[in-house]
């Protein structure tokens, strides 16, 4: 394979990555939940950093994000950058940042997300082999103008937690203990 044919084939694969993932989105919102199936690999993982979600396998992840939908009214998720990192051929990582908007606990609520991805190319094309899910701030639009000044960002659920970025980055701690030393 030419060095041509192998930059054309990198560029192909990351527009089908960059495909996955907005498809994941669209049928999320849209509750288009076979689709959602056919996104992970047989042996996918679906996880939120907190550990409230983790699900292994196509069934595990259907029955979540029926869970999921049960406390979930309409919503839409909009990602921004995306990062590929390829592995080999067949595996990359991925970063991706987005948000959310939607309505959870009978009230609006708007939540900062990245996810940290793991693709495979299967023989179906490039698939979700792991998923976790991240939060900068998970809340109800009332809470919004002020919510960096906390540090219990997450208020998806009754009792406010920890944000997962940044401040539990090794990168943020690191930075900031320089800074008080440096």
Not at 36 to 50: K, N, W, Y
Not at 68 to 94: C, K, N, W, Y
Not at 171 to 179: A, G
């Amino acid at each position: 394979m030419s060095d041509i044919e192998k930059r054309l084939a990198r560029l192909e694969a990351e527009s089908e990555i960059r495909q996955l993932i907005a498809h994941y989105c669209f049928d999320i919102d849209d509750r288009n939940i076979e689709a959602v199936r056919d996104l992970f690999t047989e042996d996918g993982v679906i996880q939120s950093a907190d550990g409230v979600m983790h699900a292994q396998g196509p069934d595990a992840i259907i029955d979540q994000y029926h869970g999921r939908f049960d406390v979930l009214g309409p919503g839409h998720h909009f990602m921004h950058d995306v990062q590929i990192d390829f592995v080999s051929e067949t595996e990359a990582t991925g970063r991706v940042s987005g948000h959310a908007e939607l309505k959870r606990k009978g009230m609006m609520m708007v939540t900062a997300i990245r996810y940290a991805d793991k693709y495979r190319k299967t023989d179906h094309g490039w698939r979700f082999a792991e998923r976790t899910i991240q939060f900068l701030y998970y809340v109800p639009v009332s809470e919004y103008p002020d919510i960096l000044l906390r540090e219990d960002r997450n208020m998806a659920y009754d009792t406010p937690g920890p944000a997962d970025f940044p401040e539990k980055l090794e990168s943020w701690q690191t930075y900031h203990e320089n800074r008080r030393h440096g």
